[in-house]
């Protein structure tokens, strides 16, 4: 008996206890629901539901023509509710093989796998399957259309979440200028990074619901606030230079087998940067690309193109005229011990300081400029400040390399040797931009405008703000300084060093090469150049200026006016064949023109209609023939009749693209046009028998 009232006990004990716990849990509860209640309930609404920004459509990039440079593209994630209760399992069966050979065609992925995995999802009551993380808006329609996902979000269990993506519709055209923005590695470049704020718009609002997995939905198919889209820019570049400029760029690059280079185009009367090219060799996978922005964020030494503002300086200073004479002997010389040579000797070994300058001789500019203020370095050193060359230019785009133009006060870093190695390009760095800005002042009569790559800030196609052309300096020299550091400019081209490449040219160029040594680990070398041509075109009436700058060839060319000049005649080649403006800018005034003769036939419609649009008399000796050439008789302009057979091949070199297009077509000949300009050669020669089907291939020339 004691034992079974043990037992009892125990069981009294423990019946006891559950009932305590019972009533423990019972008065929680009642307590939860009348005291926390509404809380915990709130606090469980809110972690089921959450609010998620909507990104806004980042603002377009825009060429200066309206083209397209950066823009944002819907981009889709699709997902699909496998556990829809509207979706019965007989549709589901029926359905789910037409729907994965359709998202297989759309999506390029295996119909089996999608089958398999759309067949998991719905066993397991996943209500969130990934479908594409990445659907174009075109492929997005076309899933619509599929059995099931037509019926939509509610019935056909098809969610659909849209994102934007950056998309540049030239490709890498002037891709490090455009620029990109990846804020999770706090990465602003270019001009996507410089106005990010006001690409950017305002984010809308939208509540999602959380469902098993933690995957979240939306609750509405509206969102809670709308995002604004963020505004456009409007930038300087022309897409044609632009391409023009790195494909001359490139090919040199290569040709060269150099590490990087840039090539930037600038209008000479506003500074608007209208193309600026630079590539860099990348290791990874052999090729060149945009991926440093050279001529704005690196500060280089540029040897001789500096010889300009140290001849500058000393024409201003009135120490020098351009019809003084020096000696340069043997073209070498030192100072303090430490050599300084010119490539070869020039002349008899006697010259002028023109002569120093437009054959880029270095002993006899560091004589100038040594001898002129070797008693009192800082005033040239502040001549040069007075040039802006010693601030940086602040322009849109960030990451601007800082120009170093040491001073004498400053005994840490001045030598004795500073002085003449300074006037030639070398202790100092300054970027290529402020390079070419200083010479682009030359070719506006003095006048410095800061450079610029954005000209409005557009909404809804109507400008919301206007940049206008800043003035950085009104006049860098007096107007007799500048006459003849022009003349200077040209006589390197006519002349000088930039001779040869220039021979021929239909078009005035005034510019100076450079070649500077680089310097690696402290010491200069034979072998690290930075090959360099800036000037600007048509030399008498400038309207573009143009600085090229190749680092570092390595097949044997270095100097500038073999390496860099090439690349700048080219640009301005293409830009002289296909601009009006500059064609009128190397002619007479109209009202000077007393005769004009072309050699090569052209349409007498055309030329007849431009003859008397400008009031020139001219001799009718045509007849009813279409095509003309003219002579001159009598003191006058006569046109005389060009007949083609009709049956043998014609000479249409020297003609236009479209006279000749015009012409062989009437002929029954097809053609195929390779280039732009005038027609340079043609694949099948002159007086051949026209046959059936025959197709010609003609070769434009750029000039």
Known sequence: MDINKDILWRVYLVYFGVLLFGLAIVGKIVYIQLKEGEELAEKAFTQELQVFNIEANRGNILASDGSLLATSVPIFEVRFDASNPAISSATFNAKVDSMAQGLSKILNKPARDIKSDLIKARKKGNRYLLISRKTTYDQLKQIRKLPVFREGKNRGGLITIQKTQRAHPFNELAARTIGYVIKEENLFVGLEGSFTEILNGSDGKQVMRRINQGDWIPIHDENEVEP????????????????VAENALLKTLLENRAFQGCAVVMEVKTGKIRANANLRYDSVDGTYKEIYNYSIGESIEPGSTFKLASILAALEDKKVKLTDSLVTGDGYTSYYNRGMQDVHKIGNGRITVRDAFEFSSNVG???IINNAYKDEPSKFINRLYSFNLNTP???????????????????KTWYGTSLPWMSIGYELTVTPMITLTLYNSIANDGVMVKPYFVTDIMEGGVSKKHFEIQVLNPKVVSESTLLSARSLLEGVVERGTGKIIFKDCPYKVAGKTGTAQIAVQGKYNKKNYNATFVGYFPADNPVYSCIVVVNNPSAGKYYGGSVAAPIFKEIADNIFATSISLELANTQPIDSITNAFVKRPLHFKDLSMIYNSLNIPFLDSMGDEEWVVTMQKKGMTEFNAVRFSGKTVPNVKGMKAKDAVYLLENMGIGITLSGRGVVRSQSINSGSSITPNMRINLELSNI
Do not use: A, F, H, M
């Open 228 to 243: 604004i889209d963020g505004l456009d820019l409007v930038t300087t570049l022309d897409v044609r230079l632009q391409d």
């Open 365 to 367: 500019i560091s004589k």
């Open 393 to 411: 230019l602040d322009l849109e785009i960030q990451g601007e390399g800082k120009p170093n133009i040491k001073n004498p006060s400053n005994k």
